[in-house]
Every structure is written in structure tokens, then in C-alpha cells.
């Protein structure tokens, strides 16, 4: 089935929330602050405010989403002002293993490429071991670990899109 990678409207808000909550529920007994965490997942929709949100969706619908932050807007502190950033992609449950978080990778790689970014970086942690994999296949590696988040580790990896 074909994928095509769009960018987020208006209506796909209650998608997007859905989306997020189910995909982020595996982590609810491994973040120490799942009750406080778990409303942030259900806005989730509202990152669109800050980052172009990006989807993917086939014929029968929305299947996981991914933010794109472009260099020189406003991201968090642990990553440089010239960098493209990823942030929170999520692939619903019923649609993985198809590829969808790899295509979504590759459109925000694009776009850092199209961008001018010397490099693309994200945060991520080892409990999201198929996140994980997917980003070291694709050549992000481990630039240093930053400070724990919902009581697990996390680090930031980038690519280096400059020769």
C-alpha cells in the first residue's frame, strides 16, 4: 500500500492524539511519571504549534507522524541552533513493521538536507529499542546522553548531513 508523507491540518488533531497515546501506552510502566506523562500524549496534536508536523497516511488513514524542526527555530537546549531536529515520531501499534518510521526519518533527513543543516539530531532512549535500531541503521550514532526523562535514560544522536 502506498504511503505518502503530508503535512498536518486542523482536523487531523484527534488522529494525531490517538495516534500518540497508543504508540506511547508501551511506556507506561517504564516512565516514572506515566500519570503526569500520559495527558502530554493526548495533545499531542498541538505540536504543530512549534514544529512542522509531518504525516504519514495511505488509503485507510493516518498512520504515525513525526515533528520537524528546521535550523534557527526554537528547540530545546541540547541541540545546536543550526541543526534540524526530530521530534516525537510515532507510528501507530496496527501499522508497524511497514516502514512508516523509516519514511518519516527520511522525509525530515530531506528536509534538514533541503534546509542546509550540517546535521540532524534527535533524543531518544534504549528503552524504545525498535526507535533505536531504525536510527543507528540509518547512521545516527550516540553523540552523549543527557539527563534522564521520565526516570529513564535518554541521549542525543545525530547524522551529519556535511561532508
Not at 495516534?19 to 495533545?43: E, H, K, L, M, N
Not at 495511505?58 to 535550523?71: K, M, N, Q
Not at 543543516?117 to 524504545?128: D, F, G, I, Y
Request: net charge positive; glycine share 8%; proline share 4%.
Amino acid at each position: 500500500m502506498s504511503v505518502r508523507i503530508r503535512s498536518f491540518c486542523a482536523g487531523d488533531a484527534i488522529t494525531v492524539n490517538r495516534i500518540a497515546v497508543d504508540a506511547w501506552d508501551q511506556y507506561r510502566t517504564v516512565f516514572s511519571d506515566w500519570p503526569r506523562t500520559a495527558p502530554y500524549f493526548a495533545g499531542t496534536a498541538s505540536l504543530a504549534d512549534e514544529v512542522d508536523l509531518l504525516l504519514a497516511e495511505d488509503a485507510g488513514g493516518i498512520r504515525g507522524f513525526v515533528g520537524y524542526v528546521a535550523p534557527g527555530r526554537p528547540r530545546e537546549k541540547i541541540f545546536k541552533r543550526d541543526w534540524a531536529t526530530i521530534r516525537m515520531l510515532s507510528v501507530d501499534p496496527a501499522a508497524r513493521r511497514r516502514g512508516i518510521g523509516r519514511l518519516l526519518t527520511e522525509e525530515c533527513i530531506s528536509r534538514a538536507r533541503r534546509d542546509g543543516a550540517p546535521v540532524v539530531a534527535l533524543h531518544t532512549s534504549p528503552v524504545m529499542e525498535a526507535a533505536l535500531a531504525l536510527y543507528l541503521r540509518m547512521g545516527f550514532t550516540h553523540s552523549r546522553d543527557i539527563v534522564d526523562r521520565h526516570g529513564v535514560h535518554y541521549a542525543v544522536y545525530t547524522l551529519c548531513l556535511s561532508d
